[in-house]
């Protein structure tokens, strides 16, 4: 008999202890956290937050208070409590297209554990009854800083402050699998599936509380994705029963083996028993769609 898949990835998703971290609050909203750890370091390198009713904040907005995050995340850098520096721009903010609170260096993001977005696209091609068979499998470059080596999506990223995750995708399709714009047009959106799970980043006390807007992006099946940026290892075309398997067994990253579900869930890919115990399961993941 088969083993039922058992997708550790739906537990490790919300696998947070809310009891070790301090809520951070921007103009008066609960935007982020801080490990409770990490006090000490904040009162020697940020003396621009203040403890307020048990939460972390600051009377500093607009260029003031962005001046204040890029110096502390240096400082923070230094000491080891912001790691794999990217030079790429987040924005502290209550929800997606929110006016921003605070701009931020995205490695920081995981320090302060402010909600980010991220976009990842199922590339599949579908058999003569227009069914879903196989799904492109990419491996992450051994240099990635993040889950070197683990399985993806196809097409994934981070959402910056400045892009929808549309927009994002589209330059992500290129980047990752050389798909222009004209074929990531096509990508059709699923779920928004919310994360909200403590990290080794920031020498252990790193936070990843994510939104992860799902698209399913049809190819043909001559296609070839090619990578363009370096990031990907390999690309697979792998039969759909393969994909869900290494998904479910934990060789996927925590992100990909959740996109792979919602797909899996989405297009009725799985044995009825299955899909009505892990759609239970992973119910509480899904914020929309």
């Not at 103009?27 to 801080?34: E, F, H, I, T």
């Not at 579900?261 to 992973?282: E, G, K, N």
Request: charged residues 20%; glycine residues 8%; proline residues 6%.
């Amino acid at each position: 008999m088969p083993q039922a898949p058992r997708f550790e990835a739906i537990a490790a998703a919300r696998r947070h202890d809310a009891a070790a971290r301090m809520p951070l609050r921007l103009g008066g909203r609960a935007v982020g956290s801080v490990a409770i750890a990490c006090l000490d370091a904040l009162r020697e390198h940020a003396a621009w937050l203040t403890l307020r009713d048990d939460a972390l904040t600051t009377d500093l907005a607009g260029a003031a208070l962005d001046a204040a995050f890029a110096q502390t995340h240096r400082a923070l850098q230094r000491i080891g409590l912001v790691t794999g520096w990217r030079d790429e721009t987040y924005a502290i903010v209550p929800g997606l297209g929110a006016p921003p609170l605070a701009r931020i260096e995205r490695a920081a993001s995981r320090f302060w554990g402010s909600l980010t977005f991220g976009a990842h696209a199922n590339g599949h091609v579908v058999d003569a009854a227009g069914r879903p068979s196989h799904l492109w499998i990419a491996q992450r470059a051994w240099t990635k800083p993040t889950d070197p080596g683990l399985l993806d999506n196809l097409v994934g990223g981070g959402v910056p402050w400045d892009q929808t995750p549309q927009q994002t995708l589209v330059r992500e399709g290129w980047e990752e699998a050389g798909l222009d714009a004209a074929t990531m047009a096509h990508a059709v959106p699923g779920r928004v599936i919310e994360l909200k799970r403590d990290l080794p980043d920031c020498s252990g006390h790193g936070l990843q509380w994510e939104q992860l807007f799902v698209f399913d992006l049809a190819l043909p099946a001559g296609l070839l994705p090619r990578n363009q940026d370096g990031e990907v290892e390999s690309l697979r075309l792998l039969p759909v029963d393969e994909a869900l398997a290494l998904a479910a067994g934990g060789a996927m990253t925590v992100d990909a083996a959740l996109v792979t579900l919602d797909f899996a869930l989405r297009h009725r890919l799985l044995a009825p028993a299955d899909h009505a115990r892990l759609a239970a399961r992973a119910a509480h993941l899904f914020v929309s769609g």
